[in-house]
T-cell receptor
Framework: AQSVTQPDIHITVSEGASLELRCNYSYGATPYLFWYVQSPGQGLQLLLK??????LVQGIKGFEAEFKRSQSSFNLRKPSVHWSDAAEYFC??????????????FGQGTILTVHP | DGGITQSPKYLFRKEGQNVTLSCEQN?????MYWYRQDPGQGLRLIYY???????QKGDIAEGYSVSREKKESFPLTVTSAQKNPTAFYLCASIGRDRGLAAGNTIYFGEGSWLTVV
């Protein structure tokens, strides 16, 4: 069974500082990989996704993520954080092939706090 | 605009009562999903349906039931058998004919808060 680990439950950064949120997954092959962001009491918004090809993926709001097969990682980065980036971030994987599309497995989430 | 609508946003349930959460989508998606979110645990899959009149249990289906009589609707009933129903519930959907491999995006609703009183 697939699993996702986000080692950091809570991260605090200063506005303008760089950000990296970690995500490691366990899966027999390369899964589909996603990063979602959630504001309090709201649904999930897709930041970016990796299916294949270039391992550096660009997303919305200035975020990017790099897929590293050798490390089974898909870390999310942003060069300069804005106060509006404060939210909870979820890494998720979905199996490739078959009829299991949409059956996402989520990490526990990382809460991002941004200090002015 | 196309999207997923969940209702109600907030719902209170008394002990022993069944309640139903609504999920409607106008995206013409075949596959729909229900997730439960608890603090510090991410989201967990309750039930999913890939086609009308068919649905499958997810990882935490006990105490829940669903139906899929129409393509656009996938209601979730939280039964009295669910001993700890207080949570945030999210509905999602994706087009089945193309799926993730074709680059489709999974869409999420805005969620419903269920509290036991």
């Amino acid at each position: 069974a697939q699993s996702v680990t986000q080692p950091d439950i809570h991260i605090t950064v200063s506005e303008g500082a760089s950000l990296e949120l970690r995500c490691n997954y366990s899966y027999g092959a390369t899964p589909y990989l996603f990063w979602y962001v959630q504001s309090p009491g709201q649904g999930l918004q897709l930041l970016l996704k990796y299916f294949s090809g270039d391992t550096l993926v660009q997303g919305i709001k200035g975020f990017e993520a790099e897929f590293k097969r050798s490390q089974s990682s898909f870390n999310l980065r942003k060069p300069s954080v804005h106060w509006s980036d404060a939210a909870e971030y979820f890494c998720a994987v979905a199996p490739t092939g078959g009829t299991s599309y949409g059956k996402l497995t989520f990490g526990q989430g990382t809460i991002l706090t941004v200090h002015p | 605009d196309g999207g997923i609508t969940q209702s109600p946003k907030y719902l209170f349930r008394k002990e022993g009562q069944n309640v139903t959460l609504s999920c409607e989508q106008n995206l013409n998606h075949d596959a729909m999903y229900w997730y439960r979110q608890d603090p510090g645990q991410g989201l967990r899959l309750i039930y999913y349906s890939q086609i009308v009149n068919d649905f499958q249990k997810g990882d935490i289906a006990e105490g829940y039931s669903v139906s899929r009589e129409k393509k656009e609707s996938f209601p979730l009933t939280v039964t009295s058998a669910q001993k700890n129903p207080t949570a945030f519930y999210l509905c999602a959907s994706i087009g089945r004919d193309r799926g993730l491999a074709a680059g489709n995006t999974i869409y999420f609703g805005e969620g419903s808060w269920l509290t036991v009183v």
